[in-house]
């Protein structure tokens, strides 16, 4: 490439309108397809090199320069669907003891002795994209992806190009869901790619990347040219039984003309599942598609409704996944990336190496002793061996998990390769990066004054599950940040009245006009009206994942109660303390982390900045109108005879009573069981209601 002095005007001229082609097109790929076509490195030399010649020919600079663009407006996209049954996804078994703990758990909250009889089903995990289908009186009415879970996007005119997909049902129930998996054969896969070449087009990368691609296209008769093909293996709302098993449910499915998987079959007890699961790995190679497990699901329907939901799985299911796969290739340099906490993560670069269909060409080394050789208990692993920069490493990569460095080969290790120094200094903002003890992990100090925290904070702060404001991606933060408009969350909620002046500023960048800014704006002002759960889990404080902040959430009900909690458990004890620590999900860790994030001036400054912004929904349990125990704080103590602790619990929560493991003032009603001890004489004088069992069941089975 020339040197930037010595570019004629003419020449300069035309690579800055070749850039700004290259970097539009890769930004529409990005943020429009779903489909990056350029690694971040190749994007961010290419808009350092535009930056350079526009430096040297500022009167060169074009009207639609990428330096002032903020990535591409977002695709128009599909309308949104919440769903009426949650779309959850499966907790994973990676051997045979994960599969006898997976029936023992099952067993034990049912109450069920280890010689009863319990049946499951074990079928294929296809390798696709999941898809929720409405028949309304056997018409199919709408089609949605899976999305967050509780709300995905509208899909249906592509769906209906989908030849496995039937249009008109017979004899159905009035409403029903019928959920399973989109995919891609093989072959079919391999032809697409043929297409794709020739047409000039980047092929996918796998069969799963190229049904999703497809059922997401905006022109559903580009879907219809894509040969996509669906298993049915659930369903959602329904307005009268499939069946009263598993396995009635899907005969009957396929009777109604859906496809369903023939390698379904029924199985009593783990041994006959982890058959089952060889028999199906070894057919693997030869099925014609991709799966990368088999799901087992308790085969009794009314045995799956008393087991429910843990927050985003069900307890009655799982996915046995099929073992990683491994390559070897080069490692050629180490990086380190700050995250939101704080944390240092060393990431391999990698010569790029295909292991199982994907090209990888970065993975985690996950901390300091994994390199050094050591796991996180302190103990040797890889018999002792470092990792080294320029060293010839096994990488394993297991599903959609982020590939791991598993092994070293020392026989082709350099010369010169030396010990990896791991910094004690944070690369981002050069604050000491300290270790505490027992942490794994060593962490800058800097907090906000780190760029790099602040921005993961912020790019937490809009992802799925938090935020999740349209238009509003990784990408976009990430430039809004460097750009100074947006530096903490509440100034995502001021971006309007500061930027958005007759939208000049934001609609003079490329890709974005006045609509899509409007859009922006819109998009933000949408979301000002929060769930308590979600601004919890948005927060990002350590230890809050998004199922603890449902939890909390749930338990506090509005945010002036969980505020206030906050500020008074303070002292790390006291009643505040032990209620929060009461709250099923919550240790001493997160409590701790919590309280902490709170009484820290700056971080509470810029979180009060955010609520002042925001209208915070309260968190209510789901259809409880009407339950007796709705709002109400019950502890269980002693046996119970009639099923077992967890299940009391969940069911009570299902109800809408917060469960709580001490008695205190705040305690509605004590369930004790015989050999109730200190819990009960606590309620007795405290004057708190208290039932048997019976009594409790009776309170709850009147509702
Ligand atoms: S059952 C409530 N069965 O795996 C449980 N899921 O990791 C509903 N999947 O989101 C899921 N094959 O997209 C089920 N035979 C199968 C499946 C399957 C593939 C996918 C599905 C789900 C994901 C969870």
Not at 639 to 666: D, I, N, P, Q
Request: hydrophobic share 40%; proline share 4%; aromatic share 6%.
């Amino acid at each position: 490439m020339k040197d930037v002095n010595s570019l004629s005007e003419a020449e300069a001229r035309a690579e800055l309108a070749e850039l700004a082609a290259a970097l539009g097109a890769a930004n529409r790929a990005y943020h429009q397809q779903d489909a990056p076509d350029l690694t971040d490195a190749e994007y961010d030399r290419l808009k350092r090199r535009n930056a350079e010649i526009e430096a040297q020919f500022p009167d060169l600079k074009r009207d639609d320069s990428p330096t002032e663009q903020v990535g591409a407006a977002p695709a128009e996209g599909f309308s949104k669907v919440r769903h009426v049954v949650a779309m959850l996804s499966l907790s994973n078994a990676f051997d045979v003891e994960d599969v006898n703990e997976f029936d023992a758990r099952i067993r034990k909250y049912l109450g069920l002795h280890t010689e009863a009889d319990l049946t499951y089903t074990a079928e294929p995990k296809i390798d696709g994209l999941s898809l929720s289908l409405r028949y309304e009186n056997g018409v199919l009415v709408q089609a949605a992806t899976r999305g967050d879970g509780a709300v995905g996007e509208n899909v249906t005119a592509n769906a209906r190009t989908i030849n496995d997909i039937p249009k008109n049902i017979e004899s159905a129930p009035d409403v029903l869901e019928v959920r399973g998996e989109v995919y891609m054969s093989h072959a079919d896969f391999e032809a697409l790619n043929t297409r794709q070449n020739e047409r000039g087009a980047k092929p996918f990368a796998n069969p799963r990347n190229a049904a999703a691609g497809s059922l997401r296209q905006l022109d559903s008769e580009i879907t219809r040219g894509r040969p996509l093909r669906f298993f049915a293996y659930a369903w959602g709302e329904i307005s009268a039984p499939l069946a009263v098993t598993q396995i009635g449910a899907i005969e009957r499915l396929n009777a109604l003309g859906f496809a369903t998987n023939p390698l379904t079959q029924t199985c009593d007890g783990p041994s006959e599942l982890v058959a089952h699961y060889q028999t199906i790995e070894e057919q693997r190679a030869t099925l014609g598609y991709d799966i990368d497990g088999v799901v087992y699901k308790v085969n009794d329907l009314s045995l799956q409704e008393r087991l429910g939901f843990r927050s985003t799985t069900p307890r009655w299911a799982i996915a046995h996944k099929f073992a990683a796969e491994l390559a070897w290739t080069r490692l050629t340099a180490i990086d380190i990336q700050v995250g939101r906490t704080g944390a240092l993560s060393p990431v391999a670069r990698l010569h790029p190496v295909t292991v199982g269909g994907v090209v990888v060409s970065n993975a985690t080394l996950h901390n300091e002793d994994y390199i050094s050789g050591l796991d996180s208990k302190g103990e040797v692993i890889r018999d002792g061996k470092d990792i080294r920069v320029g060293d010839w490493v096994q990488v394993y990569r297991a599903g959609d998990v982020i590939p791991k460095i598993a092994d070293v080969d020392l026989t082709k290790r350099p010369d010169d390769a030396v010990p990896f120094a791991f910094p004690h200094i944070c690369p981002e903002c050069q604050s000491e990066a300290v270790r505490e003890t027992g942490d794994a992990v060593r962490r800058c100090v800097g907090g906000l004054i780190c760029p790099a925290q602040a921005v993961e904070k912020l790019k937490h702060f809009v992802a799925r599950g938090a935020f999740d404001i349209e238009g509003l991606g990784a990408k976009q933060v990430e430039q809004f940040y460097s750009d100074g408009w947006i530096t903490e969350p509440a100034d995502i909620f001021t971006l309007r009245s500061r930027y958005g002046e007759g939208l000049q500023q934001l609609k003079n960048r490329e890709g974005w006009g006045e609509k899509s800014a409007t859009n922006l704006f819109d998009a933000i002002d949408e979301k000002r009206k929060i769930p308590l759960s979600r601004l919890l889990f948005a927060l990002g404080i350590r230890h809050v994942g998004e199922a603890a902040s449902n939890l909390i959430a749930l338990h506090y009900g509005t945010w002036p109660a969980f505020e206030a909690a906050m500020a008074e458990a303070t002292g790390l004890e006291g009643p505040a303390w032990d209620d929060l620590i009461g709250v099923d999900g919550v240790g001493q860790v997160m409590a701790q982390s919590l309280v902490n994030a709170f009484a820290e001036p700056r971080e509470r400054a810029s979180i009060d900045r955010l609520v002042a912004q925001l209208d915070i929904e309260e968190s209510k349990r789901a259809d409880t109108a009407g339950s007796p125990v709705a709002g109400k704080t019950v502890v269980f103590t002693g046996t119970l005879e009639k099923m077992s602790r967890a299940e009391a619990k969940a069911r009570a929560e299902r109800m809408g009573a917060k469960v709580s493991g001490s008695v205190s003032a705040k305690t509605d009603i004590l369930v004790a069981g015989p050999g109730a001890g200190s819990k009960a004489k606590k309620a007795a004088e405290l004057g708190i209601e208290t039932l048997d069992e019976d009594g409790w069941l009776a309170l709850i089975d009147g509702a």
